[in-house]
C-alpha cells in the first residue's frame, strides 16, 4: 500500500514540476497539446497575471465566481510582455479596478477583449489605440459605475462588436463612437439612458443590432429613423414607452420590433389610456402628442435665508416637457423627471441654502418638440434677525428681587429717574405738607439724606418714622430697577410698572391711600430692621422667576 502511495505521489510531483516547465503555472490549467495554447486561470491566490505562462499562450482566462473573485485588482504593460501570441483575453469576476494606458502594448495580436464583471471606474482614452489594426470585440459589461471618455474607442478601425451593458450609463456622448465604420454589433441594455442622441449612430453605416433594451427611454428621437432603417435587429424592450405621436414613426419598421421576429414588445407606459398596451397594435389617430401647458405655480414664494424649500409647479405636455428654472442671479436649474413619475412631482425644485441673491424673479420654462410656455415667480428670501426690543423683554420677564443690605453709615441719597412718574399724593393723616412740599402732578419728589429713624408705637404695630413735612420713601433701590431694564423702550416701560407695583408694598403707598402709616410686612424677605442697617432690594438679573 506504501509502494501505491509513494508511485501516485511521485506522478504528480513529476507532472506538475512538468507542467511548471514547460509554461503553465500552478494556478491555471493548460491544454492545447505540446504548445499549451490555452491557460485557465481560476485560482483565489492570483494576485497578478501569472508570469510564467508559456509564449504560445493564444487564449489566457482569468476568471473567478461572483460568489468569491479573484484578487487581481490592475494590469500593466509588463504583465504581458511576455505573451506577444494572445489573440483573446478573458479576465472576469475579479477585483480588477485599475488598467493602465498601455497595458496591452504587447499584445499585438489581440482580438478579443472581455473585461466583464470587474470593478473598474474609467477606461482612459487611448487604453485600446495600440489594438487598432487587430481588435475586433470589446466587452466591459456589469462594470456599474464605468466611465467612458469620448475617446475610449477612436483609431479602432477593425472594430466589430462593443458591448456595453450594466455600466449604469446616463448618457451616451456623439462622439463616443466617432470613426468606427465597421462596427456591426452595439449593445447598451441595462443602463439608465434615457435619450439616444442621432450623432452617436451617424458614424457607424454599417451597424446591424442596436440593443436599448432596458433603459428608461420614454421616446425617440425622429432623427434616428434613416439610422435605424438600416437596422437588421433591434431590442427595444423592457423601457416605459410613452406612446405619442413621436413614436408613430416606429410602426413603420414592424419587422425590427415584432415579438414574432425576436424582439422584445414596445410596451407602452402611457399616457395612461394606452398602458400596457402593444405600440404595433394601436391606430395611429391614438399616437398623439401636446404642447406644454403651465397649469398652476405660485405666485410668491417667501424663504428665510440659509434655508431649503421645494417649489412645485404643475405642468402637462405630450411628451413631457423639459423643465428648467432661471434665478434672479444667473443661475439655471433643470427639474429632473422620469416616465412614470407623478405629475405633481415632475415641476418640483429642490432649493438647498437659499441664498439671498436668489432672490428676485424666477423663471421656469417648459419646453417640448411642440411649444415652449414660461411662468414667473417672486421669490423673497428673508434676512433672520433679532430685535433688541424683544431680547431685553425676554430678560426682563425672568428678572426678580434680591435683598441687597447695606450699612446704617452709609448714605441713603438717591433720587427718582427722571424717566418715572409718581401719582400726586392724597393729603391724610400724615404731617400737612406745606404747599411747597407737596407733589404737584408731574412734578417729582425730593429726597433729602436719611439716616436711621427710631421706630414708634402707632395703633400697636411698629412702624418706620419720617420727619414732618417729608413723604415717606421706599425702602426700595429705584434706580437700580431702572438701570437693569433701561436699556430700550420696552424696558423702560417695565421698570415703571415694577417702581409702581414696589411702592404698593411700603408705608409710602399706605400712607398715599389716606390712612395710617401701614405696618411694614412680616414677610422676612421685606422686612427692615434697625440692628444690620437699612435694606434696599434690587433686580436680580441671573434669577428666574
Known sequence: MLDIITTT???????????????????????GGTTETRAMCSSPNIKTIPGNLSPATEILTIQGVQTSPIPLTGIVCSDFSNLTEVIHLKISFTLLTHVAEDAFFNLVKLKRLELDNN???????????????????????????????????????????????????????????????????????????????PGVLSSMPNLWSLDLAFNNFGSLDPLLERFFRRLRRLQ???NRWQCNCLLKWLKKYPALVSPSNGADPVMCAGPPSLEFSHLLDLDDSLLTCAPPNIVSCPHTVSVPAGESHTIKCLVTGDPYPRITWTFADGTHLASGSYPGMPLEDRAAIFIKNVSLSMSGTVTLTAHNRLGTETAQITLIVRTSTTTTASTISTEAVRTT???????????????????????????????????????????YPTRPDMKVAPTYDEGGAAGASQPPNRLPQPENNIPAIAAASAAGGAAVILAA??????????????????????PMSTDPEFRSSTQNGPERYAFDENSSV
Open 119 to 197: 470593478r473598474l471606474s474609467s477606461i482612459l482614452p487611448n487604453t485600446f489605440s495600440s489594438l487598432g489594426s487587430t481588435l475586433a470585440l470589446v466587452s466591459l459589461f456589469n462594470n456599474r459605475g464605468l466611465h467612458l471618455h469620448h475617446r475610449t474607442f477612436w483609431n479602432l478601425p477593425s472594430l466589430r462588436e462593443i458591448y456595453l451593458s450594466g455600466l449604469g450609463l446616463h448618457e451616451i456622448d456623439p462622439l463616443t463612437f466617432y470613426g468606427l465604420s465597421g462596427l456591426r454589433t452595439l449593445d447598451l441594455s441595462a443602463n439608465e439612458l434615457t435619450y439616444l442622441s
Open 401 to 443: 428681587l434680591k435683598k441687597i443690605s447695606v450699612s446704617p453709615s452709609v448714605s441713603a441719597r438717591a433720587s427718582m429717574p427722571t424717566n418715572t412718574m409718581l401719582p400726586a399724593m392724597s393729603s391724610g393723616p400724615l404731617t400737612p405738607a406745606t404747599q411747597k412740599d407737596r407733589i404737584l402732578p408731574g412734578a
Open 9 to 31: 505521489l511521485s506522478i504528480y510531483l513529476l507532472s506538475a514540476v512538468t507542467t511548471a516547465a514547460r509554461g503553465c503555472p500552478l494556478d491555471c490549467v493548460c491544454s
Open 497 to 518: 410698572v415694577l417702581a409702581v407695583w414696589l411702592c404698593s408694598r411700603t408705608p409710602f403707598a399706605t400712607a398715599a391711600r389716606g390712612g395710617k402709616v401701614a
Open 236 to 238: 427595444l424592450g423592457g
